[in-house]
């Protein structure tokens, strides 16, 4: 009885470090999707406002062109 209370002591032991090496994996896999997605926030931010000034930039050139006419 002793050896076998023993042996599943062991095994939970094993379990419970498998479970937090997994754990600070999934941690660290967090932090650099987390980064990752702020990144692509900030890429999308400025795309976002090149758009607006590209607009008007084209209008002005547009507007050259046909007061040049």
Known sequence: ?????EK????LKSE?????????????????LVQTMLR????IEVL????PAQEASAATVTDIKEAAR
Request: no cysteine.
């Open 1 to 5: 009885m002793k050896d076998a209370i």
């Open 8 to 11: 599943r002591l062991a095994d």
């Open 16 to 32: 419970h470090e498998a479970g937090q090496k997994m754990l600070a994996e999934l941690d660290a896999r967090r932090a650099q």
């Open 40 to 43: 692509i926030e900030g890429a």
């Open 48 to 51: 976002q406002e090149l758009v």
